[in-house]
């Protein structure tokens, strides 16, 4: 397993964070390869390419102001370091990419990036295109597995997205990769701590979830059970500060059945006293209130909300999270 010892020796033992600042969830769009890209300058026949490039914007990454990011890994991933020296890690697909000119000299494989849209709207889109795979290329001597997926940095909301296109990389290669996608924060190289947010199961509709070290990810959370089709999508979305702090509150005032759910669930008040409702999104804006009188239950229904993570807070600000798929 090269990209194990490869990409940043993710040995993860203790928590940082008492909650992940994003959410994660999928959609699908057409696949479109950017059309007036700049080519990042890598030589022919790259492999594990190290470099850095500018932002055209401010872009928050789990709260880190950068006009800066680095490529890295295995070529794989993009991460940068906050002021303490902890690296955050974007992640789209956990493969060691590599420059399928290593084996054809009439073809490339490139990274490259161009932003499109005006200030303040602009988005910042990377593609990593036709990259074949390290294994095949340098074991195998053959270079028929191609890989094209994007990652979009959003300006004005701070969104990140992960987008897959087209690709050929078979059943056969599964087993070399315990493949996932996600985002990484707080990493820290002297203790070995940091925060995983990855993917696993089907890719298509895949589970997120949160872990405070390598070993409970690797040994127990599973992985993704192939590579997302062309139009695949995964977005996250950052979870504001004060409703991550609200979070924490007790949950014995109320309780919410089924979560995650469709954007059909209940809401039980389990306390002796009147209490206002307040379905808010991962922003803390106020979509839906409610009144709900003591010790009983109220059918919900969001019909407009899109996947995503949510808020029930009552009237103490006292919050749970609701997940909608």
């Known amino acids: 397993m090269r990209f194990f010892t490869a990409s940043l020796v993710l040995l993860f033992t203790q928590a940082c964070w008492a909650q992940f600042p994003y959410?994660?969830?999928?959609?699908?769009?057409?696949?479109?390869?950017?059309?007036?890209?700049?080519?990042?300058?890598?030589?022919?026949?790259?492999?594990?390419?190290?470099?850095?490039?500018?932002l055209p914007?401010?872009?928050?990454?789990?709260?880190?102001?950068?006009?800066?990011?680095?490529?890295?890994?295995?070529?794989?991933?993009?991460?940068?370091?906050?002021?303490?020296?902890?690296?955050?890690?974007?992640?789209?697909?956990?493969?060691?990419?590599?420059?399928?000119?290593?084996?054809?000299?009439?073809?490339?494989?490139?990274i490259r990036h161009q932003v499109d849209g005006t200030a303040p709207d602009r988005i910042f889109k990377m593609e990593w295109n036709n990259v074949g795979l390290y294994e095949e290329l340098t074991y195998l001597e053959t270079a028929d597995v191609r890989m094209n997926y994007q990652m979009w940095l959003y300006e004005a909301?701070?969104?990140?997205?992960?987008?897959?296109?087209?690709?050929s990389f078979g059943e056969e290669w599964l087993n070399e990769y315990n493949l996932t996608s996600g985002i990484i924060t707080d990493f820290d190289y002297n203790s070995y701590s940091g925060n995983l947010y990855t993917a696993s199961?089907?890719?298509?509709?895949?589970?997120?979830?949160?872990?405070?070290?390598?070993?409970?990810?690797?040994?127990?959370?599973?992985?993704?059970?192939?590579t997302p089709e062309s139009g695949q999508g995964y977005r996250f979305t950052q979870v504001s500060t004060d409703i991550v702090n609200a979070d924490q509150a007790t949950v014995d005032m109320f309780q919410i059945w089924p979560n995650p759910n469709t954007g059909f669930f209940s809401v039980a008040n389990q306390s002796n006293d009147r209490q206002q409702m307040?379905?808010?999104?991962?922003?803390?804006k106020t979509i839906q209130s409610w009144v709900m009188a003591p010790d009983s239950q109220t059918p919900v229904a969001c019909e407009a909300c899109s996947?995503?993570?949510?808020?029930?807070?009552?009237?103490?600000g006292q919050s749970q999270r609701l997940v909608i798929q």
């Open 157 to 167: 909301d701070g969104m990140i997205e992960f987008r897959f296109g087209p690709g």
């Open 201 to 226: 199961g089907d890719p298509s509709a895949p589970q997120w979830s949160e872990n405070d070290s390598f070993d409970s990810w690797y040994y127990g959370v599973g992985f993704l059970n192939g």
């Open 278 to 284: 307040h379905l808010l999104d991962a922003q803390g």
């Open 57 to 110: 914007f401010v872009f928050y990454l789990a709260g880190i102001p950068l006009t800066e990011l680095n490529l890295g890994g295995v070529g794989e991933m993009v991460y940068a370091f906050d002021e303490n020296g902890l690296i955050s890690v974007l992640w789209p697909l956990n493969i060691d990419v590599m420059d399928v000119n290593y084996q054809l000299e009439e073809e490339f494989s490139t």
């Open 23 to 54: 959410v994660g969830s999928d959609f699908t769009a057409t696949y479109v390869d950017l059309d007036n890209p700049t080519i990042l300058d890598i030589e022919a026949g790259w492999d594990d390419p190290e470099l850095s490039f500018s």
């Open 307 to 316: 996947p995503g993570l949510y808020f029930i807070q009552n009237s103490n």
